[in-house]
């Protein structure tokens, strides 16, 4: 396995980019197409951008080394490992069926919550509890990259991921519901059914690369070839007393958990399964989009309440928590505040030692500088395309090609607006505005608002743009070449699937 290999890829996507600056004139829309000229990349800024990304992104990359903390110090509890080893216990002989339902989960609190920055919170856990049930990275990768753009693919409720949309073109949120939950359902069934084609092959080979690893304790023993039962030949007629079959085994810190305990005393778990769902709650309840999605006040209402609750005219709570958001407005700020108080009460309950919790964040934190790295990289990849909009004119002579409205042209502009923009609000952004301008015609809004959010779930499948799919393979330390081959016939299969659902849209 190459290193750096996901770093690799990132960087050279952006040098493409910083090409681009270089072939392609900018323009930008604001009421009409405006030509720039040429507004070219220099050397400086290659340096400078991420440093920008830093200033307006940062707190995602400092999100992301918080949790890789928040887990090192769990890793300092026994009671985490014994979790783990109990519910890889409930669900043996049962393995395939923990998967789907994992990703239904995932793939539903995307779809409903918009929660797929949020959820990266749980997502060391659900790998180390994937990889001790024996199933390799990729099936990690498959499971919760996968489940997360199926969700973006089929957004229902999700307003974080699609609420600039009718912001944009004024049509209702809930418009083409029913279209966007039939994408969900397939795509859901696509990723299960390929996942367990993949572990099924995976160890059919696995038991073919076993044969092969058949080696002697001592020495090779060179035998002639005896036949079975079967008529079949073998070369391994060496004693059975000198043979080992050799096995890819992962380390424990493969497997990225604590080291399996090895004494007989019980840890007492439910402590850490408690504070884990109540971290898992207050995600849920402070990232659903409220007012956007449901036209609810209530929870504006209540952090109103609770702020402005005065004890002999001084307002108690809200000087103890200061500025606090409502939930529905959250941030990933206020989530490590969350999840760095129930590090130190989860501490404090199974007696970790200040300096292992300094020790253990630390490790955490260092393991989580990979993915943070790639955050920054990929958030200076969205400052290049901001920069310099070489973008819109490609778009421009994409959605030339025909008049008025097409639907291949709009899928095609929206697969690159994906790809050239990591972030899903700016590449909505980057395109919709001038494509109103182009298409009229309000009937055809709610069918552009399906094919973007589809077409940018299916794009983040492989984007080396793609947030969670290069920060997952740059944890797990799984090449992007790897990945591709793993996931391109679920692309295509996903990409006929939308094509389908495009074309009946515009017929119906």
């Known amino acids: ?60 990359a400092a999100f992301v080394l918080i949790v890789g903390g928040f887990y090192g110090v769990l890793s300092k509890i026994s009671a985490y490992r014994t979790m783990l080893d109990k519910l890889r216990a409930a669900f043996k002989g049962k393995e395939v069926v923990a998967l789907s339902i994992m990703m239904v989960i995932i793939a539903l609190l995307t779809s409903v919550c918009g929660l797929q920055l949020a959820l990266v919170i749980f997502y060391p856990m659900l790998v180390s509890l994937i990889l001790l049930m024996g199933f390799d990275k990729i099936v990690a990768a498959l499971t919760i990259v996968g489940s997360t753009m199926i969700g973006m693919l089929g957004t229902t409720f999700g307003y974080n991921n699609t609420g600039i949309i009718p912001s944009i073109l004024g049509n209702k949120f809930t418009d083409a519901m029913l279209p966007k939950c039939i994408l969900l359902f397939l795509g859901l069934t696509l990723l299960i059914i390929n996942t367990i084609l993949y572990i099924a092959k995976q160890q059919k080979s696995d038991v073919k690369a076993n044969v092969k690893k058949v080696i002697t304790k001592t020495e090779k023993k060179a035998a002639k070839p005896t036949k079975t039962k079967s008529s079949k ?7 059975e007393e000198d043979v080992v079959v050799v096995t890819e085994e992962m380390s424990e810190d493969d497997l990225y958990v604590p080291a399996a305990v090895k004494d007989k005393k019980k840890h007492v778990v439910w402590p850490l399964v408690v504070s884990l769902s109540i971290i898992f709650i207050i995600l849920v309840l402070a990232f659903i989009s409220w007012s956007g999605a449901f036209g609810l006040t209530a929870m504006d209402d209540a952090t109103t309440a609770v702020t402005g609750f005065e004890v002999f005219g001084f307002a108690l709570f809200g000087k103890l928590l200061g500025t606090i958001n409502a939930f529905g407005s959250w941030t990933l700020i206020d989530m490590t505040v969350v999840l760095m108080i129930f590090m130190f009460i989860l501490a404090l309950v199974y007696k970790v030692k200040f300096d292992d919790i300094i020790d253990g964040f630390a490790n955490g934190a260092k393991r989580a500088f990979g993915p943070a790295v790639i955050t920054i990289m990929i958030y200076t990849i969205l400052v290049i395309t901001t920069y310099h909009p070489f973008q819109l004119v490609i778009y421009k002579a994409v959605l030339g090609i025909t008049d008025g409205f097409n639907v291949f042209t709009t899928f095609i502009v929206a697969l690159l607006s994906a790809l050239f923009n990591g972030d899903i609000s700016y590449a909505f952004q980057s395109s919709l505005p001038y494509l109103a301008s182009i298409v009229t015609n309000a009937d055809n809004y709610p069918i552009i608002a399906v094919v973007y959010q589809a077409t940018y779930g299916l794009t983040m499948l492989v984007a080396p743009t793609s947030l969670i799919l290069m920060g997952m393979l740059s944890y797990l330390k799984v090449p992007y070449s790897k990945w591709f081959k793993a996931v391109w016939r679920l692309v295509l299969e996903l990409l006929g699937v939308l094509l389908i659902m495009f074309t009946i849209l515009i017929l119906i």
Do not use: C, E
């Open 233 to 239: 030949t073998t070369k391994a007629a060496i004693k």
């Open 1 to 60: 396995m190459k290193k750096h290999n996901t770093f690799k890829v990132v960087l050279i996507t952006l040098l493409v980019l910083m090409l681009l600056t270089w072939i392609l004139p900018a323009a930008y829309f604001s009421g009409s197409y405006i030509d720039q000229g040429r507004v070219q990349m220099g050397l400086f800024d290659l340096f400078n951008y991420p440093v920008t990304a830093i200033s307006y992104f940062g707190y995602i």
